[in-house]
């Protein structure tokens, strides 16, 4: 080192910092020899705290202003001996600048899924993903628990940690919620509330902040929202037969020019078709046996029901737990229902498969001529 570097860096005397990495954390200020002058000037802006570490031991926190560094305003120092303005002073300190502004747009998800019970599905594998803020809100903690020495310490360096933090905490949040798979896009803020309350003394640890949490998206496995799309089409479709009755039509008026020959071919398919299925009713000996039975229908499916009372969803329930319940008062015709397929929530009595419990017992006789 030069002398004429020497001397401009014993007649620096202001100490300040700006960034605009966007993720430095705490930047430490760095003079030759760590010597901090008698009355050198330290500049902290808004957004930021400054950590006075004399000799390996914290020995103040400055919040946003202008200071003079003097041993009447810093009451720590004022046992320091030897303090003068030779260029060999003896003062030998580290100034850490900390950004306590928010960390945004952070991301978090789980790894592996989430294993959970759901009362209408049973055992799920959840997955799940969103974003977080982080803020430092204790200076001196966050620089003695998590950054050290470190002279340059970055948002990366700690955001593995406190993804796992979040993901055990939705972890063991979901799992206790007892919400089911279907509800959960309609709690989301709850959830994401319950989990930073519970992560919010772990970072508190550590001299962080967790101002906002975001759930964005609950996913089950892809094999079974397979299955779901599949069971919500059939929803949809209703009639299968009619369906395939609309789809050939289609299909024949689609190619007007080629109409009469995809009509043929359709005819003769059919009559294939209705042939297979008269030979197949009428046996080896060419008629059905008398007294034969039918093959009997699919049983009609049975629809599960969901009620929302006080802002709050139970069940699911059979149609003979509504049953019961409708005898005992505690369902009315005027009770929020909700089954899958089902657009968006009905009054029980809208419901016709639902409005049958209430006509059970006769209504009152009518007044008397």
Known sequence: ??????????????????????????????????????????TVREGQAAVFVHEGQLADVFTPGLYMLETNNMPIMTTLQHWDH?????????????????????????????????????????????????????????LVEIVGTDGEFTMD?????????IVQEFSRTIARAGIPVMDMAANTRELSTLVGREISAQLAEYGLAMPELYIENISLPPAVEEVMDKRSSMGVIGNLN?????????????????????????????????????????????????????????????????????GETRGPFSKASLGRMASDGALT?????????????????????????????????????
């Open 1 to 42: 080192m030069g002398i004429f570097d020497f001397l401009s860096g014993e007649f620096i005397d202001v100490i300040h910092w700006t960034d605009n990495t966007r993720d430095t954390m705490v930047w430490r200020f760095e003079r030759e020899g760590h010597e901090i002058k008698y009355g050198a000037k330290l």
């Open 86 to 142: 030779g260029f060999r002073s003896p003062f030998k300190s580290e100034i850490y600048y900390v950004n306590t502004t928010r960390f945004n747009n952070l991301k978090w998800g789980t790894k592996n899924p989430v294993i959970c019970r759901d009362p209408e599905f049973g055992p799920v594998r959840l997955r799940a993903f969103g974003t977080y803020s982080i803020r430092v809100a204790d200076p001196a903690k966050f």
């Open 157 to 165: 360096e700690i955001s593995f940690q406190i993804r796992n933090i």
């Open 242 to 310: 009619e369906y395939m009755q609309f789809q050939a039509a289609e299909a024949l008026g689609r190619d007007g020019a080629g109409a009469g020959a995809i009509q043929a071919g359709v005819g003769a398919g059919l009559g294939m078709q209705i042939g297979h299925t008269m030979a197949q009713q009428a046996g080896p000996w060419g008629a059905r046996p008398a007294g034969a039975a039918v093959p009997p229908s699919p049983p009609p499916v049975e629809h599960v029901w969901h009620i929302a009372e006080n």
């Open 333 to 369: 015709r005027e009770t929020m229902v909700w089954t899958p397929g089902q657009d968006g929530w009905m009054t029980a009595g809208e419901v016709t498969e639902l409005a049958q419990l209430f006509t059970v017992l006769p209504p009152p006789p009518p007044p008397p001529a």
